[in-house]
């Protein structure tokens, strides 16, 4: 038996208010049988989370900036890079 986790409620709430955005591999889950299909499948699935833990503190954050400047190749990729307007 598949389980039926609290943010598929959600995932079903939108699709009634036609809140989703359907379009391109998406646009044949406008048609009900195989946007509950499709739902099944989500139902059915194992699914593994992985998240890594947070920073812990602006040492941290600072520590990281600092190891991706040095691994950054080359001054255009370090001016380019989202960190760079952290950087000023």
Avoid at 7 to 36: K, P, Q, S, W
Avoid at 40 to 47: F, Q
Avoid at 72 to 88: D, E, I, T, Y
Wanted: with cysteine; glycine share 4%.
């Amino acid at each position: 038996m598949c389980r039926k986790l609290s943010h598929y409620t959600r995932l079903e709430e939108l699709y009634e208010r036609r809140a989703l955005i359907l379009e391109g591999n998406c646009a044949a889950l406008v048609d009900r049988a195989l946007f509950n299909d499709f739902k099944h499948r989500l139902y059915c699935k194992e699914w593994v989370v992985y998240a890594k833990r947070p920073f812990g503190g602006p040492e941290h954050v600072f520590q990281y900036l600092a190891l991706l400047i040095q691994i950054l190749p080359s001054p255009s990729l370090l001016r380019s890079s989202p960190a760079a307007s952290l950087l000023g």
